[in-house]
Protein backbone atom coordinates (compact mmCIF):
# COMPACT_ATOMS: atom_id res chain seq x y z
CA UNK A 1 0.00 0.00 0.00
CA UNK A 2 2.90 2.19 0.59
CA UNK A 3 4.32 1.95 -2.45
CA UNK A 4 1.30 2.44 -4.58
CA UNK A 5 0.76 6.21 -2.16
CA UNK A 6 4.22 6.98 -3.12
CA UNK A 7 3.56 5.93 -7.02
CA UNK A 8 0.04 8.39 -6.64
CA UNK A 9 2.82 11.06 -4.96
CA UNK A 10 4.55 10.82 -8.21
CA UNK A 11 1.99 10.71 -11.02
CA UNK A 12 -0.14 13.57 -9.07
CA UNK A 13 3.35 15.69 -9.46
CA UNK A 14 3.46 15.03 -13.25
CA UNK A 15 0.32 15.88 -13.76
CA UNK A 16 0.51 19.40 -11.96
CA UNK A 17 3.96 20.00 -14.17
CA UNK A 18 2.26 19.81 -16.96
CA UNK A 19 0.04 22.86 -16.14
CA UNK A 20 3.30 24.70 -15.84
CA UNK A 21 5.45 23.51 -18.93
CA UNK A 22 7.22 26.12 -21.42
CA UNK A 23 8.10 24.25 -24.44
CA UNK A 24 11.31 25.13 -25.72
CA UNK A 25 12.40 26.73 -28.87
CA UNK A 26 15.23 26.30 -31.28
CA UNK A 27 17.08 29.33 -33.28
CA UNK A 28 19.67 30.52 -34.82
CA UNK A 29 21.92 33.62 -35.41
CA UNK A 30 25.48 35.08 -36.80
CA UNK A 31 27.17 38.36 -36.77
CA UNK A 32 29.49 39.66 -39.31
CA UNK A 33 31.63 42.15 -39.42
CA UNK A 34 33.90 43.88 -42.25
CA UNK A 35 34.82 47.11 -43.40
CA UNK A 36 33.87 48.82 -40.04
CA UNK A 37 30.22 47.35 -40.40
CA UNK A 38 28.46 44.95 -38.28
CA UNK A 39 25.62 42.86 -39.36
CA UNK A 40 23.27 40.80 -37.33
CA UNK A 41 21.05 37.83 -38.43
CA UNK A 42 18.48 36.34 -36.14
CA UNK A 43 16.32 33.00 -37.52
CA UNK A 44 13.30 32.53 -34.81
CA UNK A 45 12.33 29.24 -35.17
CA UNK A 46 9.35 28.14 -33.19
CA UNK A 47 5.84 26.97 -33.53
CA UNK A 48 3.79 29.90 -31.85
CA UNK A 49 1.71 32.09 -34.49
CA UNK A 50 1.95 35.43 -32.90
CA UNK A 51 4.97 37.16 -34.23
CA UNK A 52 5.58 40.64 -33.37
CA UNK A 53 7.86 43.74 -33.78
CA UNK A 54 7.81 46.60 -31.33
CA UNK A 55 9.29 49.87 -30.36
CA UNK A 56 9.95 50.90 -26.48
CA UNK A 57 11.54 54.52 -26.61
CA UNK A 58 11.93 54.21 -22.40
CA UNK A 59 15.70 54.60 -21.09
CA UNK A 60 17.61 53.73 -24.88
CA UNK A 61 15.01 53.24 -27.67
CA UNK A 62 15.02 49.95 -28.60
CA UNK A 63 13.85 47.45 -31.50
CA UNK A 64 12.58 43.70 -30.68
CA UNK A 65 10.99 40.69 -32.02
CA UNK A 66 9.31 37.97 -30.74
CA UNK A 67 6.23 35.89 -30.39
CA UNK A 68 5.49 34.48 -26.95
CA UNK A 69 3.25 36.74 -24.67
CA UNK A 70 4.40 36.72 -21.41
CA UNK A 71 1.48 38.36 -18.95
CA UNK A 72 1.76 41.10 -17.93
CA UNK A 73 5.39 42.26 -19.56
CA UNK A 74 4.06 42.11 -22.62
CA UNK A 75 5.82 39.80 -25.50
CA UNK A 76 9.16 38.29 -24.36
CA UNK A 77 11.84 39.59 -27.03
CA UNK A 78 13.84 37.01 -28.84
CA UNK A 79 16.33 39.68 -30.58
CA UNK A 80 16.54 43.20 -30.73
CA UNK A 81 18.76 46.17 -31.16
CA UNK A 82 18.90 49.72 -29.45
CA UNK A 83 19.48 53.04 -30.70
CA UNK A 84 23.29 52.52 -30.22
CA UNK A 85 23.47 49.30 -32.19
CA UNK A 86 23.85 47.35 -29.32
CA UNK A 87 22.02 43.86 -30.27
CA UNK A 88 21.35 41.13 -28.86
CA UNK A 89 19.30 36.92 -29.84
CA UNK A 90 18.19 34.60 -27.62
CA UNK A 91 18.43 30.56 -28.69
CA UNK A 92 17.30 27.72 -26.56
CA UNK A 93 19.99 25.27 -25.37
CA UNK A 94 19.95 22.31 -23.22
CA UNK A 95 20.27 23.17 -19.00
CA UNK A 96 23.35 23.77 -17.94
CA UNK A 97 24.80 22.50 -14.04
CA UNK A 98 26.68 24.86 -12.37
CA UNK A 99 26.28 27.12 -9.22
CA UNK A 100 25.07 30.20 -9.23
CA UNK A 101 27.72 33.03 -7.75
CA UNK A 102 26.81 33.95 -4.37
CA UNK A 103 25.87 37.71 -3.68
CA UNK A 104 24.56 38.40 -6.75
CA UNK A 105 20.58 39.92 -7.58
CA UNK A 106 17.96 37.69 -8.44
CA UNK A 107 16.32 38.01 -12.08
CA UNK A 108 12.24 38.23 -10.83
CA UNK A 109 11.42 38.47 -15.09
CA UNK A 110 13.18 36.80 -17.82
CA UNK A 111 10.99 39.70 -20.39
CA UNK A 112 11.51 43.04 -17.91
CA UNK A 113 15.58 41.94 -17.49
CA UNK A 114 15.87 40.78 -21.05
CA UNK A 115 14.21 44.19 -22.26
CA UNK A 116 16.47 46.31 -19.35
CA UNK A 117 20.01 45.61 -20.81
CA UNK A 118 19.18 46.91 -23.96
CA UNK A 119 17.48 50.00 -22.24
CA UNK A 120 20.73 50.54 -20.21
CA UNK A 121 23.81 49.67 -21.86
CA UNK A 122 25.56 50.92 -25.35
CA UNK A 123 28.07 48.02 -25.64
CA UNK A 124 29.09 44.43 -24.96
CA UNK A 125 31.29 46.06 -22.09
CA UNK A 126 28.46 47.73 -20.81
CA UNK A 127 26.22 44.55 -21.03
CA UNK A 128 28.43 42.53 -19.56
CA UNK A 129 29.11 44.94 -16.19
CA UNK A 130 25.35 44.97 -15.97
CA UNK A 131 24.64 41.62 -16.35
CA UNK A 132 27.47 40.41 -14.10
CA UNK A 133 25.50 41.80 -11.40
CA UNK A 134 22.84 39.51 -11.73
CA UNK A 135 22.45 35.60 -11.31
CA UNK A 136 21.79 34.85 -14.83
CA UNK A 137 21.31 30.89 -13.85
CA UNK A 138 17.61 31.63 -14.38
CA UNK A 139 18.17 31.30 -18.22
CA UNK A 140 19.37 27.84 -17.50
CA UNK A 141 18.22 26.31 -20.92
CA UNK A 142 19.41 29.05 -22.92
CA UNK A 143 22.08 31.06 -24.51
CA UNK A 144 22.56 34.73 -25.00
CA UNK A 145 24.59 36.89 -27.13
CA UNK A 146 24.97 40.63 -26.98
CA UNK A 147 27.11 42.37 -29.92
CA UNK A 148 27.77 45.92 -30.95
CA UNK A 149 28.92 48.33 -33.39
CA UNK A 150 32.27 47.77 -33.01
CA UNK A 151 31.93 44.01 -33.87
CA UNK A 152 32.71 42.54 -29.88
CA UNK A 153 30.11 40.12 -28.86
CA UNK A 154 29.76 38.47 -25.31
CA UNK A 155 28.35 35.01 -24.84
CA UNK A 156 25.94 34.81 -22.16
CA UNK A 157 25.55 31.42 -20.51
CA UNK A 158 24.15 30.21 -17.44
CA UNK A 159 27.09 30.13 -15.44
CA UNK A 160 29.39 32.24 -17.14
CA UNK A 161 30.50 35.38 -19.40
CA UNK A 162 32.38 35.36 -22.25
CA UNK A 163 33.40 38.42 -24.76
CA UNK A 164 35.07 37.30 -28.31
CA UNK A 165 35.81 39.51 -30.98
CA UNK A 166 36.38 37.49 -34.06
CA UNK A 167 34.78 39.32 -37.41
CA UNK A 168 32.01 36.53 -38.53
CA UNK A 169 30.62 33.96 -35.80
CA UNK A 170 27.68 31.37 -35.92
CA UNK A 171 25.92 30.04 -32.70
CA UNK A 172 22.34 27.83 -32.09
CA UNK A 173 20.92 25.75 -30.05
CA UNK A 174 24.29 24.79 -27.56
CA UNK A 175 26.45 26.85 -24.95
CA UNK A 176 29.92 26.78 -26.71
CA UNK A 177 31.95 26.16 -23.53
CA UNK A 178 30.33 22.63 -23.36
CA UNK A 179 31.63 22.21 -26.52
CA UNK A 180 34.90 20.62 -26.87
CA UNK A 181 35.01 19.93 -30.70
CA UNK A 182 32.51 22.54 -32.86
CA UNK A 183 33.31 20.16 -35.44
CA UNK A 184 30.74 18.19 -33.76
CA UNK A 185 27.92 19.59 -34.14
CA UNK A 186 25.40 17.89 -36.31
CA UNK A 187 22.97 21.09 -36.21
CA UNK A 188 22.27 21.54 -39.72
CA UNK A 189 21.39 25.59 -38.90
CA UNK A 190 25.02 25.50 -37.66
CA UNK A 191 26.53 23.63 -39.75
CA UNK A 192 25.08 25.38 -43.06
CA UNK A 193 26.20 28.91 -41.52
CA UNK A 194 30.03 27.53 -40.75
CA UNK A 195 30.17 26.03 -44.29
CA UNK A 196 28.77 29.65 -46.03
CA UNK A 197 31.13 31.96 -44.10
CA UNK A 198 33.95 29.33 -44.64
CA UNK A 199 35.82 31.15 -47.42
CA UNK A 200 34.02 34.95 -47.55
CA UNK A 201 32.83 37.51 -45.25
CA UNK A 202 30.55 40.07 -46.03
CA UNK A 203 28.54 42.56 -44.95
CA UNK A 204 25.76 43.70 -47.96
CA UNK A 205 22.06 42.79 -47.53
CA UNK A 206 22.38 40.66 -50.41
CA UNK A 207 25.15 38.45 -48.50
CA UNK A 208 23.52 38.21 -45.22
CA UNK A 209 19.83 37.65 -46.53
CA UNK A 210 21.68 34.74 -48.44
CA UNK A 211 23.37 33.65 -45.24
CA UNK A 212 19.85 33.64 -43.32
CA UNK A 213 18.49 31.72 -45.97
CA UNK A 214 20.98 29.39 -45.86
CA UNK A 215 20.35 28.70 -41.84
CA UNK A 216 16.32 28.75 -41.89
CA UNK A 217 14.46 25.49 -40.95
CA UNK A 218 11.72 24.13 -43.11
CA UNK A 219 10.61 21.02 -42.23
CA UNK A 220 9.10 18.04 -44.54
CA UNK A 221 6.02 17.16 -42.62
CA UNK A 222 4.10 20.39 -42.47
CA UNK A 223 6.63 23.06 -43.83
CA UNK A 224 6.92 24.38 -40.33
CA UNK A 225 10.70 26.12 -38.89
CA UNK A 226 11.92 29.70 -39.11
CA UNK A 227 9.00 31.94 -38.33
CA UNK A 228 10.87 35.26 -38.60
CA UNK A 229 14.28 36.03 -39.89
CA UNK A 230 15.60 39.83 -38.90
CA UNK A 231 18.64 41.34 -40.48
CA UNK A 232 20.27 43.95 -37.63
CA UNK A 233 22.55 46.82 -39.53
CA UNK A 234 24.02 48.11 -35.91
CA UNK A 235 26.07 51.20 -37.75
CA UNK A 236 23.14 52.40 -39.40
CA UNK A 237 19.75 51.55 -37.28
CA UNK A 238 17.86 49.89 -39.39
CA UNK A 239 16.32 46.43 -39.55
CA UNK A 240 14.94 44.20 -42.36
CA UNK A 241 12.45 41.20 -41.49
CA UNK A 242 11.37 38.26 -43.56
CA UNK A 243 8.18 36.10 -42.51
CA UNK A 244 8.13 32.14 -42.28
CA UNK A 245 11.29 31.83 -44.42
CA UNK A 246 10.23 33.61 -47.42
CA UNK A 247 13.49 35.89 -48.61
CA UNK A 248 11.56 37.06 -51.71
CA UNK A 249 9.57 39.18 -49.16
CA UNK A 250 11.18 41.86 -46.29
CA UNK A 251 10.28 44.80 -44.22
CA UNK A 252 12.60 47.37 -43.62
CA UNK A 253 12.83 49.31 -40.20
CA UNK A 254 14.56 52.85 -39.87
CA UNK A 255 14.93 52.45 -35.61
CA UNK A 256 15.27 56.02 -35.48
CA UNK A 257 12.18 56.93 -37.10
CA UNK A 258 10.09 54.74 -35.49
CA UNK A 259 10.78 55.63 -32.23
CA UNK A 260 9.88 59.00 -33.03
CA UNK A 261 6.50 57.29 -33.25
CA UNK A 262 6.55 56.44 -29.56
CA UNK A 263 5.98 52.93 -28.62
CA UNK A 264 3.82 50.93 -30.80
CA UNK A 265 3.69 47.11 -31.89
CA UNK A 266 2.99 45.75 -34.84
CA UNK A 267 1.61 42.02 -35.92
CA UNK A 268 4.15 40.93 -38.52
CA UNK A 269 1.25 38.61 -40.16
CA UNK A 270 -0.17 41.79 -40.88
CA UNK A 271 2.92 42.85 -42.91
CA UNK A 272 3.08 40.47 -45.41
CA UNK A 273 0.95 38.47 -48.08
CA UNK A 274 -0.60 34.98 -46.99
CA UNK A 275 1.40 32.77 -46.42
CA UNK A 276 0.56 28.73 -47.41
CA UNK A 277 3.30 26.74 -44.91
CA UNK A 278 1.97 29.30 -42.45
CA UNK A 279 -1.67 28.80 -42.94
CA UNK A 280 -0.96 25.21 -42.64
CA UNK A 281 0.62 25.90 -39.26
CA UNK A 282 -1.87 27.58 -38.01
CA UNK A 283 -4.55 24.77 -38.99
CA UNK A 284 -2.83 21.74 -37.62
CA UNK A 285 -3.93 21.50 -33.90
CA UNK A 286 -1.71 20.18 -30.87
CA UNK A 287 -2.26 19.93 -27.03
CA UNK A 288 0.19 22.57 -27.34
CA UNK A 289 -1.72 24.75 -29.13
CA UNK A 290 -5.41 23.68 -28.66
CA UNK A 291 -7.25 23.84 -25.06
CA UNK A 292 -9.65 21.11 -26.14
CA UNK A 293 -7.02 18.50 -27.22
CA UNK A 294 -4.81 19.93 -24.06
CA UNK A 295 -7.18 19.13 -21.90
CA UNK A 296 -8.58 15.44 -23.27
CA UNK A 297 -4.96 14.17 -22.88
CA UNK A 298 -4.72 15.21 -19.59
CA UNK A 299 -7.99 13.87 -18.48
CA UNK A 300 -6.78 10.79 -20.24
CA UNK A 301 -3.65 10.98 -17.90
CA UNK A 302 -4.94 10.73 -15.53
CA UNK A 303 -7.89 7.99 -16.47
CA UNK A 304 -4.51 5.78 -17.69
CA UNK A 305 -3.28 6.06 -14.58
CA UNK A 306 -6.78 5.28 -12.30
CA UNK A 307 -7.20 2.43 -14.42
CA UNK A 308 -3.78 0.97 -14.75
CA UNK A 309 -3.95 1.14 -10.86
CA UNK A 310 -6.78 -0.79 -10.74
CA UNK A 311 -6.25 -3.75 -12.57
CA UNK A 312 -3.01 -3.76 -11.29
CA UNK A 313 -4.68 -4.23 -7.50
CA UNK A 314 -7.07 -6.54 -9.53
CA UNK A 315 -3.81 -9.07 -10.52
CA UNK A 316 -2.33 -8.91 -7.23
CA UNK A 317 -5.27 -9.51 -5.17
CA UNK A 318 -7.97 -11.22 -7.12
CA UNK A 319 -7.75 -14.50 -8.85
CA UNK A 320 -10.46 -14.13 -11.67
CA UNK A 321 -10.09 -16.33 -14.68
CA UNK A 322 -7.32 -13.91 -17.35
CA UNK A 323 -5.70 -12.35 -14.40
CA UNK A 324 -2.62 -12.19 -16.72
CA UNK A 325 -4.86 -9.92 -19.10
CA UNK A 326 -4.81 -7.61 -15.87
CA UNK A 327 -1.30 -7.51 -15.76
CA UNK A 328 -1.04 -6.66 -19.33
CA UNK A 329 -3.61 -4.09 -19.36
CA UNK A 330 -1.94 -2.51 -16.33
CA UNK A 331 1.36 -2.27 -17.81
CA UNK A 332 -0.60 -0.94 -21.57
CA UNK A 333 -2.00 1.82 -19.59
CA UNK A 334 0.90 2.86 -17.33
CA UNK A 335 2.68 3.16 -20.82
CA UNK A 336 -0.13 5.36 -22.40
CA UNK A 337 -0.17 7.42 -19.11
CA UNK A 338 3.80 8.05 -19.35
CA UNK A 339 3.13 9.04 -23.37
CA UNK A 340 0.16 11.51 -22.87
CA UNK A 341 2.27 13.14 -20.70
CA UNK A 342 5.28 13.20 -23.21
CA UNK A 343 2.42 14.87 -25.92
CA UNK A 344 1.54 17.19 -23.83
CA UNK A 345 4.46 18.85 -23.35
CA UNK A 346 6.93 17.44 -26.04
CA UNK A 347 5.88 19.75 -29.21
CA UNK A 348 8.55 18.04 -31.31
CA UNK A 349 6.73 14.77 -31.64
CA UNK A 350 4.05 16.52 -33.87
CA UNK A 351 6.32 18.22 -36.80
CA UNK A 352 9.55 15.96 -36.73
CA UNK A 353 9.12 12.58 -38.28
CA UNK A 354 7.74 9.18 -36.99
CA UNK A 355 8.49 7.46 -35.07
CA UNK A 356 10.03 10.31 -32.97
CA UNK A 357 13.64 10.12 -31.72
CA UNK A 358 14.79 12.76 -28.88
CA UNK A 359 18.13 14.69 -29.51
CA UNK A 360 18.89 12.57 -26.22
CA UNK A 361 17.52 9.26 -26.33
CA UNK A 362 15.83 8.48 -23.62
CA UNK A 363 12.09 6.92 -22.57
CA UNK A 364 10.35 9.48 -24.92
CA UNK A 365 12.43 7.66 -28.01
CA UNK A 366 10.75 3.86 -27.02
CA UNK A 367 7.28 5.31 -25.77
CA UNK A 368 7.19 6.75 -29.52
CA UNK A 369 6.27 3.37 -30.84
CA UNK A 370 3.38 2.92 -28.29
CA UNK A 371 0.82 4.32 -31.52
CA UNK A 372 1.80 1.33 -33.71
CA UNK A 373 1.50 -0.90 -30.81
CA UNK A 374 -1.98 0.17 -29.74
CA UNK A 375 -2.57 -0.10 -33.72
CA UNK A 376 -1.56 -3.77 -33.51
CA UNK A 377 -3.20 -4.57 -30.22
CA UNK A 378 -6.94 -2.84 -30.68
CA UNK A 379 -8.34 -5.85 -32.66
CA UNK A 380 -7.46 -8.32 -29.83
CA UNK A 381 -8.56 -5.90 -27.03
CA UNK A 382 -12.00 -5.35 -29.00
CA UNK A 383 -12.68 -9.28 -29.47
CA UNK A 384 -11.50 -9.99 -25.54
CA UNK A 385 -13.98 -7.68 -24.66
CA UNK A 386 -16.62 -9.03 -26.25
CA UNK A 387 -15.83 -12.35 -25.01
CA UNK A 388 -15.76 -10.89 -21.68
CA UNK A 389 -18.89 -9.63 -21.87
CA UNK A 390 -20.34 -13.17 -23.18
CA UNK A 391 -18.98 -15.05 -20.55
CA UNK A 392 -19.74 -12.54 -18.23
CA UNK A 393 -16.26 -14.09 -15.52
CA UNK A 394 -15.09 -10.26 -14.36
CA UNK A 395 -17.44 -8.48 -11.98
CA UNK A 396 -19.33 -4.61 -13.81
CA UNK A 397 -16.97 -2.35 -12.88
CA UNK A 398 -14.00 -4.48 -14.46
CA UNK A 399 -15.83 -5.17 -18.07
CA UNK A 400 -16.53 -1.38 -17.62
CA UNK A 401 -13.13 -0.24 -17.17
CA UNK A 402 -12.09 -2.68 -20.52
CA UNK A 403 -14.58 -0.74 -22.41
CA UNK A 404 -13.65 2.56 -21.52
CA UNK A 405 -9.93 1.77 -21.99
CA UNK A 406 -10.85 0.76 -25.96
CA UNK A 407 -12.65 3.60 -26.44
CA UNK A 408 -9.92 5.49 -25.18
CA UNK A 409 -7.93 3.88 -27.62
CA UNK A 410 -9.72 3.95 -30.56
CA UNK A 411 -10.29 7.48 -30.25
CA UNK A 412 -6.16 7.68 -29.51
CA UNK A 413 -5.76 5.79 -33.04
CA UNK A 414 -7.96 8.72 -34.98
CA UNK A 415 -5.95 11.30 -33.17
CA UNK A 416 -2.22 9.45 -34.00
CA UNK A 417 -3.53 9.32 -37.69
CA UNK A 418 -4.43 12.97 -37.40
CA UNK A 419 -0.47 14.05 -36.00
CA UNK A 420 1.27 11.61 -38.35
CA UNK A 421 2.38 9.73 -35.68
CA UNK A 422 2.09 6.27 -38.37
CA UNK A 423 3.26 8.39 -41.36
CA UNK A 424 7.01 6.38 -41.20
CA UNK A 425 7.61 7.39 -44.72
CA UNK A 426 7.72 11.20 -44.67
Not at 110 to 133: G, M, N, P, R
Request: one cysteine or more; hydrophobic letters at 45%.
Amino acid sequence: MISFLRLLVVILATILMLFFYDSAKACSMYKVTANGKTMVGCNHDTWLFTPRIWFETQGLGCCFTGARFDGSHGFAPQSGMNEFGLAFSRLAAPGVVGKASLGVKAIESQTVFLKTVLHSCKTVDEAKAYIDQFDHSIFNKDVLIYIDRSGKYLVVEPYSTTIGNDPKYVLANFCPSQIEDFSEIKQERYVNGVAFLKDKIGTDIDFCRALSDTMHVCREKIGDGTLLTTIWDLNDGFVRLYFYHDYTKQQIFNLKEELAKGDHIIDVTKLFPPNAEFQKLQDFKTPLNNATMDLLLKFCLVFFFGSGLYFLIGFIRVKSPYRLFKLGLSVLDFSLMYYMFALSTEIGIYYFPAPYQHYKFGLIDIASYLPFLLLILIVPLLVFCRKLFREQVWTKISRSFLVLNNLFYLMLIVLFFYWGLYDVFH
